[in-house]
């Protein structure tokens, strides 16, 4: 399973793999074979006693160890640069996925989240893969070969060996205990990870309200839940861990009674029991490999698979473009829309035609819909049902860049990059001059923020004491806006950036945004929409309204209703 998806994510590297199984296997032939020269040097030493003998046999396991050392280092080394390539080529697969994702994922996913996913799971894959294969190779042929040289020195050396190396394995087997209790810990530690990871982030909110003890409460479970279960799982391991280690001392007991019984030489008996006991060593270190290889082996699917959970949710929902590269008009007509962010429909069988070059308010009360439907305008979302037509042409027909190139939107929550302010603009046309951008930003009556700022329009967005209030921001939004020149315009006010000082700059700032276009905006502020052409009244996802100010206030309606609430509003904001 690891290797098809080494062959799908690092087909480049696939190499790699087989000159790592080539070392490593090469490395666990000399590792033998310097034992091998041990045993001689042993017999050399105590039997022949032929000390001058015995040096060059000395030299030959010393060779051979070295020699061992640097060809398992290659082995790594080769792994490595296969596993550092998957890394890479995960990452750029995420970059990709995140580049195409749909809103709704975005929506549901917070980017630390997804930073967070892709990260710890890529790099453990990276060590796992990298360390997997050698491992391996390793775990299979040492013993392999080391109990083919102990049937060579003594067939009952190779037999207690064979045996010892079996239930090794069945201990071990026994100890790791099964996959779906190693389910459960990874998810209890990832529900801690990210727990701790949405304290911190909120520590701030706590601080604020005071109210600590519930999502402390929500982090405390999850970080005694996993304790409990690594107790458990420790404990499982306890007895099977002893009985294991207990097992491979009292082999040594065993083998001294084969030495006894023999009836060899004492000093060829000595030889024997001195390889064995060096030798057991080998067998020990290929057994321990055969556990890690185990959990290797775990990790790595476990991190691929999350990764590839990852992709497919951002693959969901995932919008269909056409190949219109133009948008020639600006009309917008909605045919009987249906939608909602998951099983609910936030907009209910919704139809409505836009002309071209007018100017039109979204009015209703909050979650009423409106913000979605200017979300949809701009192809964020499927719909669940009927059509959005731009210029008389489905959504759909058009490609990414010519929706992104002729609707610009000014949002609710406007974000600015950590870029300068005039690269932020230059954003909205990254062809334009810097005398553009600069007479973008007067239009949005940004000057006075710029002044305001030591180094004017090259103030890093974010950096130390560089502090803007959310109507400033909105209106370097409005400069990247203007300076895009689309066909249609989206306007979808911050009611929290409607402080008063703020207000008429935002209303300059939106008239020369507005001039000539296809204007939809979504105002708080109901004070500031009696020019528009038309009012669209909304109301838990449906129209139910449309008309002038004059036209709306002179019979009982939703809209009136709406205006006498907020002059009733700023009063009492008038009066505190
Ligand atoms: N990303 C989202 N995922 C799920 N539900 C959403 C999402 N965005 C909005 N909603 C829900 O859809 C409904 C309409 O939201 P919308 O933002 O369109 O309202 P709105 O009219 O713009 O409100 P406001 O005046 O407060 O900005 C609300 O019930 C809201 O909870
Ligand atoms: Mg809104």
Known sequence: MIYKKLKTYAPERM???????????????????????????????????????AVPLAMDVVIF??????????????????????????????????????????????????????????????????????DLTTAVFAPLLGIALAFYVDWRIGLLFTVSFLSGILFIRKMMGDQNFMNQYMAASDKMNSGAVEYVRGIHVLKIFKTSLQSLKEFYRSVTEYAD????????CRSWYVFFQVFYNAVFLVALFFGYGSGDDPRVQLCKFLFYALFNGILYMALNKVMYVGMYTYQASACIEKIEKLFSEMDEKKLSTGQRETMEGSSIEFQDVTFGYEDQKVIKHFSLKLEEGKTYALVGASGSGKSTLVKLISGFYQLDDGHILIDGHDLSEYTEGALAQ?????????????????????????????????????????????NKLEKGEDTLIGARGVHLSGGEVQRIAIARAILKDAKIIILDEASAAADPENEYELQLAFANL????????????LSSITGVDEILVIDDGKLVERGSHSELMAHNSVYQKLQEDFMQANEWRVRE
């Open 15 to 53: 190499g790699f793999v087989y000159v790592g199984i080539l070392m490593a296997l090469l490395a666990a032939g000399l590792s033998v074979a310097s034992y091998y020269y041990l045993y001689r040097f042993l017999r050399k030493v105590i039997v022949d006693v032929d000390m001058t003998g």
């Open 65 to 134: 160890l070295i020699a061992n050392a640097l060809v398992y280092f290659l082995a790594l080394w080769s792994t490595h640069i296969l596993a550092f390539r998957l890394e890479t080529n995960l990452k750029k697969q995420g970059l990709r996925h995140l580049m195409n994702a749909s809103f709704s994922f975005y929506d549901k996913n917070e980017s630390g989240r997804v930073r967070k996913i892709m990260d710890d799971n890529t790099a453990l894959t990276h060590s796992s893969v990298a360390h997997l294969i050698p």
């Open 229 to 236: 279960l690594a107790l458990k799982y420790s404990m499982s």
């Open 406 to 450: 002729n609707i610009a939107n000014v949002f609710q929550d406007v974000k600015l990059f950590k870029k300068s302010i005039y690269e932020n603009v230059r954003m909205g046309r990254p062809d334009s001059s810097r005398q553009e951008v600069m007479e973008a930003l007067h239009l949005a009556q940004c000057d006075e923020i710029l």
């Open 514 to 525: 507005m001039k000539k276009k296809t204007v939809i905006m979504i105002a708080h502020r």
